[in-house]
């Protein structure tokens, strides 16, 4: 594989300081002798051997090129500075799809064994032959940890365990990109009877949890992190697969062998999360939403309350989400129009038990 300087980035002289612009992270950095002058290297791609012969061209000992070059490259991947394009090292790759992401088409391509085995259980169930990919993926090995190259896009080296995840906020990345006229919610996704049951809750709040223990009501789920509201006000959930966290995984006493049996990957924030993908997904059609439920974990027996338009409203706009970074008027009309339309409510529990039986009841009844 040879990497190279994104288009994205700048080096640049700042008096006498050495510095690069990534537009990437929107960061400016200070960088040493050293750093500077691989990333001038870098304006055009050079494997990992060739920086490794420049060095010690140069003067360094072999063990010191080397050891430079990969913190080099592993910590400048990291922060969005370097584009990776795999060659014939990596020869041709043992599987390729497409996925389908509700609007966005990503192709990946795997050219190692272990991960093909890690990722195929978390994103082949979006598989969709046929579809014309709008940003390509490769995942190859790059030493002990994982490569990841994006075509015209900055790529990334992590350990292994991190690599789903990345790819995971990698082709949200592509769906947020690509929503045109629709509106992403940062809302799980429940769909039974052809209506749809909304629920909205902060980061850990418990949505990917209780939309797996609402699959054993008969709901189907669209998506436990993404929902997308088209300007008809009809919903979409993106359907990767659900991420339980660490904290969760004994809490689902009906899947706790397939929780059990999920490897353990590891997000950026280090965080550990299992996927689990092997659960009714709802089917591609646009669906009317029946109810809007918003999370409040806490002890005693769970209850049911109605919510004020205008929180349910305030809650639904923070999550919103538009490649123009604001609603327009079309969106925010459709938004308001959900609100005023649909039974909204606040669930407070601890028993996912509970939590299930009067989602269950209500959705029902809505």
Known sequence: MKFRVSDGARFFLLGQRKTIFVEASQQIFEVDDLTAYLTCVLAVPASQRQLEVDLVARGAGRAEARRSVREYLHYWCRHGLLEIAFDAEEGEPLHTHVLDLQGAAASIAYHDKGLLDLLLPIFGHLASPGLKP?????????????????????????????????????????????????????????????????????????????????????????????????????????????????????????????????????????????????????????????????????????????VEPARVLSELFRGAFTPARGLGLPQFDALLSAVRGVSAIELSYTRLDEAVEMLSSHHEGA
Not at 148 to 173: F, Q, Y
Not at 263 to 269: N, S, T
Not at 290 to 295: A, E, R, S
């Open 134 to 306: 709008s940003v390509s993926y490769g995942v190859a090995r790059f030493g002990s940890q994982a490569c990841i190259s994006r075509n015209r896009s900055p790529g990334r080296i992590v350990r292994v365990e991190e690599v789903a995840p990345v790819l995971k906020a990698l082709l949200t990345e592509d769906v947020l990109a690509s929503l045109g006229p629709d509106v992403a919610l940062h809302a799980a996704l429940l769909v039974r009877n052809a209506k749809g049951l909304l629920i909205c809750g902060a980061p850990g709040a418990g949505k990917s949890t209780l939309t797996l223990a609402l699959l054993e009501a008969g709901f189907a789920c669209g998506g436990d992190d993404i929902t997308l509201m088209r300007p008809d006000g009809l919903l979409q959930g993106v359907p990767f697969a659900p991420a339980l966290k660490r904290g969760s995984w004994r809490l689902l006493e009906n899947m706790r062998a397939s929780v059990e049996a999920a490897p353990v990957h590891r997000r950026l924030d280090n965080r550990h999360v299992r996927y689990l993908a092997s659960i009714p997904f709802a089917s591609d059609d646009p669906v009317k939403l029946g109810t809007i439920v918003l999370l409040r974990r806490r002890k005693g027996r769970a209850a049911i309350a109605a």
